[in-house]
């Protein structure tokens, strides 16, 4: 095999090589796809619910997300007025203090809704469920946790 030829084959190889890179670099990332709201599917299975059970959670479900997305709507609007008054130039730390102590509450009131859904849950459950139910709702909060959206590597440096 004579030198050109085998150049040849490397230049060819390398761009083969680097098509495939920069396919898979800018492909979109594929995560996990959440199931909707309205099919608890996963805590059905897990948890073994009978057809009454599965009535009462979708009754719970739907008063939960109900809640949910009204104290969400909420956030938005405090989010809004906070943006609103930090262009406005607001520098007075009552009206500050006050915005973020509405968020605050806010916040607290959507992790008590969390909070007393799945008390509710936990307590139609039977005994034999109740045991598998920690390791369903670790699962449950795992699939909440959002992507590790940092890049690899050590952190930038910092003077």
Known sequence: ???????????????????????????????????????????????????????????????????????KAEDMRLRKSMTEMIAAGVTDEQQIDSITNLLAANRKQFETNFYHHFQQLYSILRPEQKKDFGAVLDELLKRQKPPDRRPPGPPPHQP
Request: net charge positive; charged share 25%; no cysteine.
């Open 1 to 71: 095999m004579n030198r050109v030829t085998l150049l040849t084959i490397l230049v060819v190889l390398l761009f083969i090589i680097n098509s495939i890179t920069l396919y898979f670099q800018f492909q979109k990332p594929k995560g996990r796809r959440q199931p909707p709201p309205d099919n608890p599917g996963m805590i059905f299975k897990k948890l073994n619910l009978d057809a009454q059970q599965e009535q009462q959670f979708k009754e719970m479900r739907k008063t939960h997300f109900q809640r949910r997305d009204s104290l």
